[in-house]
């Protein structure tokens, strides 16, 4: 019989220090802020490290400033409107294989 799991899994063994600046590092990423790596300083916004909540909200106003027009998308890849259909399965190069339909009938 296996032995059973660690709750929270395997544990790092790190200098004190390094685990103290861990612990800041996720507390900045959990808030939703930038952790500047250089500086090793957290802040609501400015260089650094972005999360995936801010590069959603940076895509969502990208996308709102172009204004497509009903019944199309904006993607961010081909930086076009496209028809809904065909941006629901995300928009890869002729040369690679994607597995919506959609997107096959459309390439």
Do not use: F
Not at 7 to 12: A, D, E, N, T
Not at 13 to 41: H, I, M, Q, T
């Amino acid at each position: 019989m296996a032995k059973p799991k660690k709750k929270g899994g395997p544990k790092q063994y790190l200098r004190p220090e390094a685990r103290a600046r861990k612990a800041e590092r996720d507390l900045c990423y959990a808030k939703g802020w930038v952790w500047n790596k250089e500086s090793g300083a957290c802040s609501k916004s400015g260089e650094g490290t972005s999360t995936s909540y801010l590069q959603r909200k940076k895509k969502k106003l990208e996308s709102q400033k172009i204004n497509c027009k009903d019944g199309y998308d904006y993607d961010h890849n081909t930086k076009k409107c496209v028809p809904q259909s065909h941006n629901r399965g995300g928009t890869q190069a002729k040369n690679k294989k994607d597995g919506t339909k959609a997107e096959n009938t459309k390439n």
